[in-house]
């Protein structure tokens, strides 16, 4: 009997959106570890530094918001998503597997 028995009627953080396509572009230039536990701890660094941004609006107004969005906040977003893969990278919480690769420890 929640007021917010409808799902669809939720605000949503659409800074979210934003940070998970930047890390796409980004993180395919970047020879870094690409596993879900890694890109779910970069995805949570960067968006812990960054304004949430909840949006609430209409089918058709959510791509301008989003847009406008996304210009405002563009080299934020970088930026954060850089900082966020070299502290995850430096200490990567993922299970090690036993590959032989060229991962030097220290
Ligand atoms: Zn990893």
């Known amino acids: 009997m929640g007021i917010f028995s409808d799902k669809n009627i939720r605000p ?18 970047i020879n870094c570890c690409k596993c879900q536990a890694c890109l779910m701890d970069i995805a949570a660094y960067a968006l812990n530094r960054l304004p949430s941004k909840y949006i609430v609006t209409r089918e058709g107004e959510v791509y301008s918001r989003l847009l406008e969005l996304e210009q405002q906040f563009k080299t934020d977003v ?29």
Not at 87 to 104: A, F, I, L, M, Q
Request: negative net charge; charged residues 35%; glycine residues 4%.
């Open 12 to 29: 949503k953080n659409y800074m979210e959106d934003i940070v998970i396509r930047y890390m796409d572009r980004i993180m395919a230039d």
């Open 78 to 106: 970088i930026i954060a998503i850089m900082k966020a893969i070299e502290v995850v990278s430096k200490n990567p919480r993922h299970v090690k597997e036993d590959k032989g690769d060229s991962n030097s420890d220290g």
